[in-house]
């Protein structure tokens, strides 16, 4: 790494690094420069502690905007657009109001107290995972 990659913030500045013992991103002071004027050594400004200066590497940060796309790809369809859809499947079924010793199948649509309408998109024993407009929840069932 050539030295025009290197940190020379002037003594007695502050900069945001890693701290040790904190474990978190927090504003230190440079203390010591090596002979090139590179920051060797910074002292915490919250918990007072001196440790070698540990600049935010580049590789870390192409890592994370890995890791962001890949959860970008991941993630899944919004619930409120799956709740319309299962409203236009089935809106000819009238709902069942929901209790917990109520018997449920699944596409059975329910009328829950304080979630709504919702709809039965699988069912096991005694339990039962229902989408509602705010997303899937899981209820129980055959109690």
């Known amino acids: 790494m050539t030295t025009k990659d290197k940190d020379r913030t002037p003594v007695a500045q502050i900069l945001v ?3 040790t013992r904190c474990k978190l991103p927090l504003t230190h002071m440079v203390v010591l420069h090596n002979s090139e ?3 060797e050594r910074v002292q915490c400004r919250t918990c007072g502690s001196e ?8 590789k870390m940060v192409k890592k994370a905007a890995k890791k962001t ?3 970008a790809k991941s993630r899944k369809p919004d619930p409120a657009a ?3 859809q299962l409203v236009g499947k ?3 079924k009238d709902p069942v109001p929901y209790t917990m010793q109520g018997s449920y199948k699944t596409d059975d649509v329910i009328d829950h107290k304080t979630f709504g309408k919702g709809f039965v998109s699988e069912v096991s024993y005694q339990k039962m995972e229902v ?3 705010d997303g899937p929840r899981i209820l129980v069932c055959d109690r």
Do not use: L, M, N, S
Not at 51 to 58: A, C, L, T, V
């Open 82 to 84: 799956i709740f319309e």
């Open 131 to 133: 989408t509602f407009v």
């Open 37 to 39: 004027g590179i920051v």
């Open 90 to 92: 089935f809106q000819d």
């Open 51 to 58: 440790h070698k200066y540990k600049p935010e590497k580049k």
């Open 17 to 19: 690094t890693q701290c």
């Open 69 to 71: 796309k890949a959860r």
